[in-house]
């Protein structure tokens, strides 16, 4: 526990002194405030065109941001030869793999909360913002979005030897996820038989980490109705009593998984050089 903690203080002062943290933290600043200026004539309260546009905002820049930083940081360890240095202590592969992600998660989450709390700050003194729910949604929503692409930016950081390798394959991974994801769902299942479609869009949509978050916050805000009738158990799982916690098990079990796999790739590497 102790190493733990360690790796994880190492990670957030190095977190801070990286300019990078600094940029992201202005441009989501920028961006918060741009989308409060959207929602200058009032309170926004539940799904609406502003919401909805804020949801698409925040997945075009929050994973990429996430992305960058997390395999960043896994990859500056084999390029300085940091991992080599402390290969040779005594820390295990899980307590130093836990530590960078707590570390990691603690930057990119004050990156977040400086920037909705601008927000929130300014839009109170102007009398303009979001209601008190839908505020929190929006901040539920970014801490998933970051929790779950860091566990796959610490898969991209395992697997690359440096940073331009990762900076391309999380380029790529950004695109598939967020970019692409609806045109190449529809290509695949119009190509499907119809009692297929269902099944299959719920196993895909569990895949894709930002397109589970965005489903559940938009049913969340009650805006399920723009979903369509494939989504609509959907509807009813998330607004049902035990959609909450289903949904955050699932996200549990898909962080967990990515964090065995990357613990296996490190210990692999540890023990064969």
């Known amino acids: 526990m102790a190493n733990m903690l360690h790796v994880a203080m190492r990670e957030i002062r190095i977190g801070f002194r990286n300019p990078w943290s600094y940029s992201f933290m202005a441009l989501f600043s920028v961006f ?13 309260e539940g799904y609406s065109g502003t919401t ?9 820049l929050l994973p990429l941001m996430t992305l960058f930083l997390g395999s960043f940081s896994l990859t ?3 390029e300085e030869g940091s991992w080599q240095l402390l290969s040779t202590y005594p820390l295990k592969t899980f307590s130093y793999i836990v ?18 709390g601008l927000m929130g700050a300014v839009g ?19 801490a998933g979005l970051v929790l779950l692409f860091l566990a796959l930016a610490m898969i991209v950081g395992s697997l690359s030897r440096n940073r331009w390798q990762a900076m391309t394959i999380c380029v790529a991974l950004w695109f598939f996820l967020v970019i692409g994801w609806s045109t190449i769902l529809i290509s695949l299942l119009d190509s499907l038989p119809y009692p297929w479609i ?3 869009l719920v196993a895909l949509t569990f895949c894709n980490p930002a397109e589970l978050v965005r489903l559940f916050v938009v049913i969340k805000l009650g805006g399920g109705a723009v979903l369509g009738p494939e989504y609509y ?4 799982w998330a607004q049902g009593p035990n959609g909450t916690l289903v949904f955050l098990g699932g996200c549990a079990a898909m962080i967990a998984l990515a964090g065995t796999l990357v613990c296996w790739i490190w210990e692999r590497r540890r023990s064969h050089g």
């Open 124 to 142: 109170l003194v102007a009398g303009a913002g979001f209601s008190l729910q839908t505020y929190l949604l929006f901040l539920a929503f970014s």
């Open 52 to 60: 909805g546009s804020m949801i698409s905002l925040i997945l075009y």
């Open 233 to 236: 158990n959907w509807v009813q």
């Open 198 to 200: 269902k099944p299959l």
């Open 32 to 44: 918060s405030l741009s989308l409060l200026l959207m929602n200058a004539r009032g309170v926004v």
């Open 99 to 116: 530590g960078k992600y707590a570390g990691l998660t603690v930057v990119l989450l004050t990156i977040v909360a400086f920037g909705y």
């Open 76 to 78: 500056a360890e084999k």
